[in-house]
């Protein structure tokens, strides 16, 4: 835990030029993710971009640890931030007032920005729980995500799917990221699943620890879920990533999303399109999962919500989208 606050902490400071301890005229506040998840230093990757031209446009950007995606757009939707990294999921329910936002009005003002990595569900077992397959969770102790993040709310929907309640399981636990390796290890569970972009921290951590295993997430009931969410899509994760999983793992998952607000200024959300696109190789390598970054899938993949005008214009002129 300590390892990740100092590597949260040394992160912060690089994000920002020399001279940016200065009292700023504008800050952009974006809204990230836990720091044992992708989103933060992702986060803090844009922010950097942003932050090494402050001194040309005057605005600063900062990147906050958050709770997850649908925490991020409450905080979005109150003015607490002024950007959110989301799943793409969460961007649509949100847009809609649907899953974890029904009841809530449809968050109309909320606006695409880019898209960014994709983010598969990654189903982590030990070697000796006899997981093979989704369906082998029946009966065991598992450990999912905290309300409030986008990991809990891909499981809840996946739950759903396979016709599982809390009495399909020997035991549930909700864990926040950097607890799952130490809950697996341990033996607190038999398996956790976790929906992140990868190489991820929290994977390494579990397979380096006790030998943990990624289990394919495939099925007939699995390519229906797929069918059904047009922000769920097949993919796998790439073999080699983690010690003892030398094979790609097939599974499926969503893509993170960087949102907005309609009354978000328009050379703010400019200054931040700009920034990454005019450094998209730099952007590659701040971050693994950043690597393969490709600008024309970022301005449309997983987008449901309007785009930001101010990113729109941006893609048209450069031929991107219509």
């Excluded at 189903?123 to 450990?143: C, N, T």
Aim: proline share 7%; with cysteine.
């Amino acid at each position: 835990m300590l390892r990740r606050i100092v590597l949260a902490v040394t992160l912060a400071l690089v994000a920002l030029p020399p001279g940016a301890g200065a009292v700023d005229a504008r800050l952009a506040r974006m809204a990230t993710g836990s720091l044992a998840g992708a989103y933060f230093p992702v986060g803090v990757a844009l922010c950097r971009l942003v932050n090494e031209t402050r001194r040309t446009h005057g605005i600063r950007c900062s990147a906050q640890p958050s709770e997850g995606s649908v925490a991020n757009i409450e905080a979005l939707r109150a003015g607490e931030v002024d950007f959110a990294i989301v799943q793409s999921d969460v961007q649509s329910d949100a847009l809609r007032g649907a899953g974890a936002f029904s009841g809530e009005p449809a968050f109309a003002a909320l606006r695409a920005v880019m898209a960014l990595h994709p983010e598969p569900l990654t189903l982590v077992a030990r070697k000796d729980a006899g997981i093979a397959g989704i369906a082998d969770l029946s009966g065991k102790r598992i450990g999912y995500g905290l309300p409030g993040s986008g990991a809990r709310g891909v499981w809840d929907r996946l739950a759903g799917q396979m016709g599982w309640d809390q009495q399909s399981f020997a035991a549930t636990l909700e864990l926040d990221p950097d607890r799952q390796p130490e809950a697996l290890c341990g033996g607190s569970v038999d398996a956790f699943v976790f929906t992140v972009g990868h190489p991820a921290p929290t994977i390494h951590e579990a397979t380096a620890g006790c030998d943990a295993l990624l289990v394919p997430v495939t099925g007939p009931r699995i390519s229906a879920l797929v069918a059904a969410n047009p922000f769920y899509f097949e993919t796998e994760i790439p073999g080699g990533l983690y010690r003892g999983n030398p094979a790609a793992v097939p599974t499926f998952g969503v893509g993170a999303t960087l949102v907005t607000r309609a009354d978000v200024a328009e050379d703010v959300v400019a200054t931040l399109v700009e920034s990454v696109f005019g450094n998209i190789g730099t952007l590659r390598g701040l971050d693994p999962v950043l690597a393969g970054l490709e600008p024309e899938a970022m301005a449309a993949t997983g987008l449901t919500a309007p785009l930001h005008p101010a990113a729109e214009a941006h893609y048209r002129a450069k031929g991107w989208i219509e």
